[in-house]
């Protein structure tokens, strides 16, 4: 079997998987896009914050360039087109549920800033994190209508009286 072939079930995969979760096409790419700019916003900083001579920021730096790597290797697969092992890295990650994208990239962004707290490392992750908070925003899924909504509430109401009206009779 060849790579090509291997590749095709796997780029079916993540389309069913982000059906499954509700996530319309505008947010999906929404989510892709803060992916893309949290990537270069991490590198630039990461590579803004390693000149200097204390360790705790250069390590801060470092970490913010690799999370800038990590993110366009899930998001962004076509900019690490040299790396052989980047589709399937970006098929495995298209196959995480929205949730555990957003507890990775929040997990990820929040990290360099307890390394170092500057405004870099603040600057630098707030598109990355921000990314994360967009994948958990699509894991809570879609708001309802206002009817159905009325009628939950009706439904409650009801259940309540019947619960009150049980326990009055039930004390006389």
């Not at 499954?20 to 590579?47: K, N, Q």
């Not at 390693?50 to 076509?78: H, R």
């Not at 962004?109 to 170092?116: K, N, Q, R, T």
């Not at 958990?136 to 309802?144: D, N, R, V």
Request: charged residues 15%.
């Amino acid at each position: 079997m060849s790579s090509q072939d291997e590749q095709l079930p796997a780029a079916a995969a993540p389309e069913a998987a982000a059906a499954d979760e509700g996530m319309t096409w505008w947010y999906r790419w929404l989510c892709r896009i803060a992916g893309v700019i949290g990537g270069m916003s991490c590198a630039f900083a990461g590579l803004w914050n390693c000149v200097t001579i204390n360790p705790l920021n250069i390590a801060a730096g470092v970490w913010m360039m690799l999370n800038a790597f990590v993110l366009f290797l899930c998001e962004a697969p076509f900019c690490c087109q040299f790396i052989e092992f980047a589709n399937a890295v970006s098929s495995r990650a298209d196959r995480l549920r929205a949730w555990q994208k957003a507890a990775f990239y929040c997990g990820m962004a929040v990290f360099p800033v307890m390394l170092s707290l500057t405004l870099t490392t603040l600057f630098g992750n707030a598109i990355a994190f921000a990314t994360g908070v967009l994948y958990g925003l699509s894991a809570l899924g879609k708001k309802g209508d206002a009817i159905s909504y009325a009628r939950i509430q009706q439904q409650q109401k009801q259940m309540d009286e019947e619960k009150l009206t049980g326990s009055l009779e039930g004390q006389a």
